[in-house]
């Protein structure tokens, strides 16, 4: 939720299937999985400056670094906003609400959520937020949704998708399993997806 090159790669994946469905006319469904790219993060999140600069060695590293991915970002259309973002929130509760929602309702929260952090600076650590995001982008009844967070729903699977990341050896991301058998790690151009999936067709 808060990995830019997850975002890129999601946008090079998505070009990449439809083409492929224009080209053949064959369905590509998708599963989303979580994953925590840092687990230790309090539940409030910290200051997006502070912890980044910290994590990369100072002011000198990151703006360099935040430039590459808007950079590489724009070259797909995707836009990234970090003058905006204040905040490296803890994603477990925007990964339990994708646990709760219908299957083909993931991609666009997926979206909303990466969107309202990237663009709009919005805090995804907060409830209240990503309730009004689920709200608005998919019509979600938030006291129902409230009701099920507070039951605790939605957190065994984000705790099962973590100890599969893990099992399997997955230590970043984006990272892509195709088929159950092929694996791409990184924000591969939506050439290479293509690529895969006809490797997957021919068998």
């Not at 646990?99 to 979206?111: F, I, N, P």
């Not at 995804?124 to 409230?146: H, M, N, W, Y």
Request: charged fraction near 25%; glycine fraction near 8%; hydrophobic fraction near 40%.
């Amino acid at each position: 939720m808060v990995c830019p090159w997850c975002r890129i790669g999601k946008k090079n994946m998505n070009d990449a299937i439809a083409a492929w469905e224009n080209a053949t006319g064959e369905s590509v469904t998708v599963r989303y999985h979580a994953f925590q790219l840092d687990p230790t993060l309090p539940p409030e999140g910290l200051p997006f400056n502070n912890h980044m600069e910290k994590k990369f060695g100072g002011a000198e590293n990151l703006r360099p670094m935040l430039q590459r991915v808007t950079d590489a970002g724009a070259a797909v259309g995707v836009t990234f906003k970090f003058d905006q973002v204040s905040r490296m929130p803890n994603t477990v509760l925007a990964h339990r609400i994708t646990a709760l929602l219908e299957e083909e309702g993931q991609a666009h929260w997926v979206d909303a959520v990466m969107k309202a952090y990237f663009e709009d600076g919005r805090d995804i650590a907060q409830l209240d937020v990503l309730v009004d995001i689920a709200r608005d982008e998919l019509g979600v009844d938030p006291e129902e949704l409230k009701r099920l967070l507070d039951a605790g729903e939605g957190s065994e699977s984000v705790t099962g998708d973590q100890q599969n990341a893990q099992n399997i050896g997955i230590s970043g991301v984006p990272f892509f399993i195709l088929d159950g058998k092929y694996a791409l790690s990184g924000a591969y151009p939506a050439k290479q997806f293509l690529e895969a999936f006809q490797k997957i067709k021919q068998g």
